[in-house]
């Protein structure tokens, strides 16, 4: 029950600081650009557009919405309140994955993708990953300019690999890799059980390191800044 608290509590959040009215509005202006791109493009794109942007809303939006509790000193109720700190992340995890799949779906129906439960299963699956980081990175800071600075070696191990797979041009081993499993995944593909025990895997690592980072950042109570 807490968690579906957490959940409600977030989507409201969410939707009053105009999360899901940007969203509407970048969905249009993507499935804009791509239905105006010629047909053989339009798979890749897809795949590019659904891993950088609802796969990884997490990632960017994590920071200001933590920076706002923190701000607000909401850490300290948190700490005083029954909710745990897994209930907090998986709140948020699944508030921002449920936007992430709904743009996807649009993205992927839009483009012609085919295996969209696999699309929708990778969107899902890197969606978690950049959220959890999002939450471990923004529980360690107090300003959104570190959680900018922090997050940059996040990006570029997170994109770089993953849009050079999409082309082919990574060695052969790096397939394991889980950014590149979730790749694989949103571009319509099945990748191989290991990469999606690896990829599963590092998720749960994530989970744990984001319930000891909430944690953490409960226990200081320390406030932050936009």
Not at 164 to 193: K, Q
Request: hydrophobic letters at 55%.
């Amino acid at each position: 029950m807490r968690v579906k608290a957490m959940f409600l509590a977030d989507m409201r959040f969410q939707a009053r600081y105009g999360f899901y009215f940007l969203y509407a509005v970048l969905t249009v202006v993507y499935g804009m650009v791509l239905y105006a791109l010629p047909e053989g493009w339009r798979e890749k794109a897809a795949a590019i557009l659904i891993f950088s942007d609802p796969a990884s809303m997490g990632l960017f939006f994590m920071g200001a919405i933590v920076l706002l509790e923190k701000s607000q000193r909401t850490p300290w109720a948190f700490a005083a309140s029954p909710v745990r700190p897994m209930e907090y992340v998986i709140g948020k995890v699944g508030s921002l994955s449920a936007v992430s799949l709904a743009v996807a779906a649009v993205l992927a129906l839009t483009a012609g993708v085919g295996n969209l439960p696999m699309v929708l299963l990778g969107t899902a699956m890197a969606g978690g990953m950049f959220t959890l980081s999002g939450i471990v990175v923004a529980a360690k800071i107090s300003s959104l300019n570190q959680f900018i600075l922090w997050t940059v070696p996040v990006e570029v191990v997170g994109f770089v690999p993953a849009v050079l797979h999409l082309f082919g041009i990574t060695p052969d081993w790096l397939r394991y890799y889980p950014v590149n499993v979730c790749m694989e995944m949103v571009s319509g593909a099945v990748p191989s059980p290991a990469g999606i025990f690896v990829a599963a895997a590092w998720t749960a690592v994530l989970l744990g390191l984001s319930g000891q980072a909430v944690l953490a950042m409960w226990g200081s109570g320390g406030g932050g800044k936009l």
